[in-house]
């Protein structure tokens, strides 16, 4: 243990989260924890929680945003919206 020595900080470390958005927005840069790590992040979240549900395990088709093979489940992964809230509506 003697010899041990922490290994060098790589990562990019935050000042915050509010203050890292606030300084992306000002000077143009990317913020720690973009959309792209964040939009990730929130996809092997909410897989997690439809196995859950699904009570076993699931196999995801990432292009077709589907569950192969549980077509019971697509009503819970494109869930119906009040039609005055539709986005594509919207655009």
């Known amino acids: 243990m003697k010899e041990y020595q922490r290994p060098p900080k790589t990562l990019l470390r935050s ?16 913020t720690v924890s973009n959309f792209e790590y964040g ?3 929130t996809e092997f979240i909410l897989l997690g929680t439809l196995a859950i549900r699904a009570g076993k395990r699931i196999d995801w088709d990432r292009e ?12 819970i992964i494109h869930e119906e919206y009040v039609p005055e809230w539709d986005v594509q509506r919207l655009l």
């Not at 000042?15 to 990317?30: E, L, Q, S, Y």
Request: charged residues 25%.
């Open 64 to 75: 077709q945003m589907k569950v192969k093979g549980m077509p019971n489940l697509d009503s």
């Open 15 to 30: 000042a915050g989260h509010h203050r890292n958005w606030i300084d992306a927005c000002k000077n143009g840069g990317p």
């Open 39 to 41: 939009a990730r992040l």
